[in-house]
Each structure stands twice: as structure tokens, then as C-alpha cells.
């Protein structure tokens, strides 16, 4: 069965860049929608965006300017970078696989355990 | 952006307990609703999909309903296991958003 795993710095600082990878691993990248979600500390869960295996994205207009999602096939991995980073981005990001029927994006399932990024000089 | 709007945000329940969670959409979405289930410091789950689909794992205590706008998660014979945190999700549309969540307590 698949699974999920994020990775990257738990720390980063003001104004750069957050880069997480999502590994994939148990099953095919070469089908569905892989996705990134977040959760603020205390808080409730924001979808940011998710890219297509064909290699389509789509993004949360609330982020779109700062964010890129992208997918390497080969690798077995897909990718988060989130540009000018403020506090508001500390959160806990979650990596999903978007099943999909009839080319729709269905329900994510399943997801990574999580991985804590805190935005702090 | 289409808006889920879940109710109430909380709520205090006993064991053996019925509950119900609402989640109205802002728009038509069809079925393309889910809810998850997260307990704390976990990742969520996929529990009910495609509004009535009750995800492999979870016991039949668990149900989904509703149409159109309107969306119900019923929890028949609450279990200690069962006190957690619940969203709602439509992938309708981008962005595909959350509920704020219901956060189900002793």
C-alpha cells in the first residue's frame, strides 16, 4: 500500500524559502494527485495545492503567488517550495495522495505523518 | 471559493452517546465530499468519501448523508476511541477546502 513521508528543515527563517519532499514509496506516482496540506499550530487544516502525475497544478489562490508544486516521477517524490516565509507560515505540513475517478480529485488518501516547520529568526 | 461551513466547533459527549456534525457548502459540490477523523498529533484519515462511503477500517457506527449543500456525519453509540477532531473537505472545486473542524469531547 502506499505510503507517505515528508521531509526537510524543521527550521527556516523569515523571507526565505521552505522547501519540504514527500517520498512515495509502496505503490505508483504515475497515476492520482499528490497533494500538501498544513495545520497551524491549534489549529484547523489548509489545503495549499497539489500537482496532477501529468504535471498540472492547481494552487490555494490565498497562496498562489508564493507557492510551487512540482513532481519528479523518477524519483518517486513531489515537492513543496513556499517563497517569503512569515510566521504565519509555522504549521505542521502534511503531504496526501488525492485519489482520483473518472480524472476527478476524489479524497486524500493516505497521508504523511507530518512534518513540523517553524518560521523563526 | 466555495466555503464549508461545519458545526458546532465543539461539542461534549458521553460514551454510548448519538452525534451528528453538520457541514453546509456555499455552493452545489455534488458528491465530492469527504470527512477525516484526526486525534491529536496524528495526521487526519479518511473516514466517510464520496459523502457515504464508509472508509475500510472504521466500524459501521460511523455514517454520512446529505445532498447538494448539506452534509451530516452521524456517529451512532459514541466509543471511547471515537474523541477526536473532524473536518469536512469538498474537492469540487480549487481550492479544495476545509471545514473548520469539530472537535468531539468527554
Known amino acids: 500500500q502506499v505510503q507517505l513521508q515528508e521531509s526537510g528543515p524543521g527550521l527556516v527563517k523569515p523571507w526565505e524559502t521552505l522547501s519540504l519532499t514527500c517520498n512515495v514509496s509502496g505503490g505508483s506516482i504515475n497515476s492520482d494527485y499528490w497533494a500538501w496540506i498544513r495545520q497551524p499550530p491549534g489549529k484547523g487544516l489548509e489545503w495549499i495545492g497539489d500537482?496532477?502525475?501529468?504535471?498540472?497544478?492547481n494552487y490555494n489562490p490565498s497562496l498562489k503567488s508564493r507557492v510551487t508544486i512540482s513532481i519528479d516521477m523518477s524519483r518517486k517524490h513531489f515537492f513543496l517550495k513556499l517563497a517569503s516565509v512569515t510566521t504565519a507560515d509555522t504549521a505542521v505540513y502534511f503531504c496526501g495522495r488525492g485519489k482520483t475517478g473518472s480524472g476527478h480529485f476524489l479524497e486524500l488518501d493516505p497521508w504523511g505523518q507530518g512534518t513540523l516547520v517553524t518560521v523563526s529568526s | 471559493d466555495i466555503q464549508m461551513t461545519q458545526s458546532p466547533a465543539s461539542l461534549s459527549a458521553s460514551v454510548g452517546d448519538r452525534v451528528t456534525i453538520t457541514c453546509r457548502a456555499s455552493?452545489?459540490?455534488?458528491?465530492?465530499f469527504n470527512w477525516y477523523q484526526q486525534k491529536p498529533g496524528r495526521a487526519p484519515n479518511v473516514l466517510i468519501f464520496?459523502?457515504?462511503t464508509l472508509q475500510v477500517g472504521f466500524p459501521s457506527r460511523f455514517s454520512g448523508s446529505g445532498f447538494g449543500t448539506e452534509f451530516t456525519l452521524t456517529i451512532n453509540d459514541l466509543q471511547p476511541e471515537d474523541f477526536a477532531t473532524y473536518y469536512c473537505q469538498q474537492t469540487y472545486g480549487v481550492p479544495r477546502t476545509f471545514g473548520q473542524g469539530t472537535k468531539v469531547e468527554i
Open positions: 455552493q452545489t459540490i455534488g458528491r465530492y
Open positions: 464520496d459523502v457515504s
Open positions: 500537482v496532477h502525475y501529468g504535471g498540472s497544478t
